[in-house]
């Protein structure tokens, strides 16, 4: 509701926005019937392990890590795209290009005062490379493997992730050049598995954090996402 308190809109927001992000990756992957789209399947399983990480720590601590902290740092991350913007045409001696000259108002207005209260709230001043404030985001993995009791993730962040990130934005070729046609039918099939699992992952700690799950519908939810190779089917 909209008189709701902020820190309860704040939480139902991006309860929303996690699982509308999943729902709408499992819409798009279910579109990818070729093996040539390894690297759009590559890219859904990095950013929902990521969204596994975030629901596992704002399952595992709400006062550590806070609904108010992942807002806070998205408004932190637009301040600071739009000041590095403003400053680079400052430097060049160039105005800024007219479809983004909105920024320079944003920047003169009341919020980005807001947003640096913030920072000093909760991150001593800065902006960190992850809402948590921790800019190694090895440590975000290990502390989501405490809430669920194991190392799986953490395991697999070190062994299988910068393949993912490589096939996702990497620079070169590195992850890419060696695939062979026998290999990547292979890949491809891991990786659809790996969205298949973190999604069920996420969409469970919504639910749960929604007091909305049940284990006989989302038994049913799951089975309806699960992978099953060609051959299986």
Known sequence: ADDAPEDVKARL???????????TWLSTVVKLNSTSDLQ??????RALFEVVIDLSLLAKDSRRYSYAMVFAWERSAILKRAQWMKDYFKS???????????WHAYLKGPEPAEIKTNRDRWWNGNHP????GNDDFLQDVEAADAF????SLSDFYVTEYGALSWATHG???????TNTPESIPATNAIRLGL???????????????LDLFDVDEFARLRKSIEYRPPSAV
Request: charged share 20%; aromatic share 8%.
């Open 13 to 23: 927001s991006t309860l929303r926005g996690y699982f509308n992000r999943t729902a």
């Open 40 to 45: 759009a399947v590559s890219t859904a399983a």
């Open 92 to 102: 060049k001696s160039r105005p800024t290009p007219e479809g983004y000259r909105r």
């Open 129 to 132: 490379n992850r809402w948590t």
């Open 148 to 151: 669920h009791g194991g190392t």
């Open 171 to 177: 620079s070169t070729l590195v992850g890419m050049r």
């Open 195 to 209: 969205v298949s699992e973190f999604a069920a992952v996420a969409m469970e700690l919504v639910l749960k954090e």
